[in-house]
């Protein structure tokens, strides 16, 4: 599904962060195919024979932990660095310094090593459509960090470490996604197996919708590397736009089967987030599902307006919500792998 209309790979020398996460993985395939020189990728690292195992160039791995303070690794890696892909982010936790550890002071810390290491990087910031705030038609999903109005904790420390790139003085582009999904993710494997539960709890009223395919993250990812617009603060959206219930139906027919959805209402799910944050901080273990997730169900939608990356990136979407998500049923195994669609 990946697009090949984009440029050629320019000479600079680029680092990654969270390069053997979802997205990160699928960023270095992409430009490794797209014939990136190897020996000018760097990816930020912690578990080096996890990241070989996922294909990552052995000769560009820096171990490095944004988690920890670890400023000479950063700085070693950022040595005559162009340009800075910062994907790594905490997507778990059942507080706002659980969130806030990464996402802000890891941010942070790569930041200052950054200005340590003498250069000028450009920084490409993965955030979310969450550090902007909720909307039913896209309006404000472009709005620069001082101006934007999360409604959760995960939303305040993505928007805390755009902020901290504003500041930071160097140039930058912030790429704001939605809802990514694609094979290979912990949470998409999480969606498919709610909808094809016996039944599936969903808020009385469906809220509007924007997801995308990784695939196309990436390609708008490749396209921000190639022509780095400065200041520029580019929401994503996806082929095509949804809702919270026809979005769970879509998985269910794409693996050939009929969701069950069971309006519950927000007070009950609040009640069971709050469960589940308890036995977080008993166990240690952050889930997708906690009060900050129901923060987010309770918005009136998630929408983006895709506008801005179409005229600053030539950035259009391509992967249809039908066809990714049957892409996805067949390689997680949701879906048997026929003659027609091997």
């Known amino acids: 599904m990946l697009p090949t209309d ?34 000018r990728l760097r990816c930020l690292v912690r578990d080096a024979a996890r990241a070989t195992a996922l294909g990552l160039p052995p000769a560009g791995l820096c171990r490095g932990d944004l988690d920890q303070d670890d400023g000479p690794a950063l700085r070693t890696a950022l040595a005559s660095v162009d340009v ?16 806030d550890r990464v996402n802000v002071h890891g941010t942070r810390s790569l930041l200052a090593a950054a200005a340590a290491a003498g ?31 999360p409604v959760s904790h995960y939303g305040r420390s993505k928007l805390g470490g755009e ?3 504003v500041a930071s003085g160097l140039p930058y582009t ?23 539960g016996l039944v599936t709890a969903v808020p009385p009223t469906p809220r509007p ?32 736009r949804t809702d919270t219930h026809a979005f769970l139906r879509a998985i269910a027919a794409a693996c050939g089967r009929r969701a ?26 952050d889930g997708f599902f906690n009060r900050d997730k129901v923060r987010e169900i ?26 990714g998500l049957a892409a996805v049923a067949r390689a997680e195994g949701f879906a048997p792998v026929t003659s027609a669609t091997a």
Not at 298 to 323: I, K, Q, T
Request: aromatic share 4%; proline share 7%.
């Open 298 to 323: 309770r918005a009136r939608g998630w929408v983006a307006d895709g506008s801005a990356a179409h005229e600053r990136l030539g950035f259009v979407p391509r992967v249809a919500l039908a066809a």
């Open 260 to 285: 069950r959805l069971l309006p519950v209402p927000l007070v009950l799910a609040g009640a069971a987030a709050a469960a589940c944050d308890l036995w977080a901080r008993l166990t240690g273990r």
């Open 209 to 240: 919708l924007s997801v995308i395919h990784v695939d196309d993250v990436v390609d708008a990812v490749a396209r921000a590397i190639d022509q780095l617009p400065v200041a520029a603060v580019l929401p994503l959206d996806g082929k095509e």
């Open 84 to 99: 800075v892909v910062h994907l790594a982010g905490a997507l778990k936790g059942h507080d706002q310094a659980g969130f």
């Open 163 to 165: 902020l901290a790139v």
């Open 119 to 149: 250069g000028r990087p450009h920084v490409v910031q993965v955030s979310s459509l969450a550090a902007a705030g909720p909307s039913l038609d896209g309006r404000g999903s472009a709005a620069v960090p001082a101006e934007c109005q």
């Open 6 to 39: 984009v440029p050629e790979a320019p000479a600079r020398t680029l680092l990654i962060t969270g390069a053997t996460g979802f997205v990160g993985s699928a960023l270095v395939r992409r430009l490794l195919a797209r014939g990136w020189p190897a020996e």
């Open 174 to 196: 912030i790429l704001r996604p939605p809802v990514v999904y694609g094979p290979g993710d912990a949470a998409t494997r999480l969606l498919f197996r709610q909808a094809l």
